[in-house]
């Protein structure tokens, strides 16, 4: 399996935005559930968020709701993660991944991509 591609990340104030692509690499995302995580330093790999193979559902995990919204763009094979009103505490490591069906259990995900680094400065 080829790995996704996650792109976007980078260096933003407390209150800004940023916005991550996770994009397919010689597989199509069309039939899978995509998910963020992201993993700080010294800390677990955690959920950020999930949505279904055609965008009709999401999940996200409740310290990032209201705040992050997830799409996709089927055409394009590429999931996207908008993140606004970043705080210092979503500095992370970005990955995404993809699931047969809507999860946030990180074991039920596959085909990881390499990250992106996302630092939020107070």
């Known amino acids: 399996q080829v790995q996704p591609v996650e792109s976007g990340g980078g260096l933003v104030q407390a209150g800004g935005s940023l916005r991550l692509s996770c994009a397919a690499a010689?597989?199509?995302?069309?039939?899978?559930?995509v998910g963020w995580f992201r993993q700080a330093p010294g800390k677990e790999r955690e959920f950020v968020a999930a949505?279904?193979?055609?965008?009709?559902?999401?999940d996200y995990t409740e310290s990032v709701q209201g705040r992050f919204t997830i799409s996709r763009d089927n055409d394009k094979n590429t999931v996207y993660l908008l993140m606004n009103t970043l705080k210092p505490e979503d500095t992370a490591v970005y990955y995404c991944?993809?699931?047969?069906?809507?999860?946030?259990?990180?074991?039920?995900?596959?085909?990881w991509g390499q990250g992106t680094q996302v630092t939020v400065s107070s």
């Open positions: 010689g597989r199509s995302f069309t039939p899978y559930t």
């Open positions: 991944a993809r699931a047969p069906y809507l999860t946030r259990i990180e074991t039920d995900f596959g085909s």
């Open positions: 949505i279904n193979w055609n965008g009709a559902s999401s």
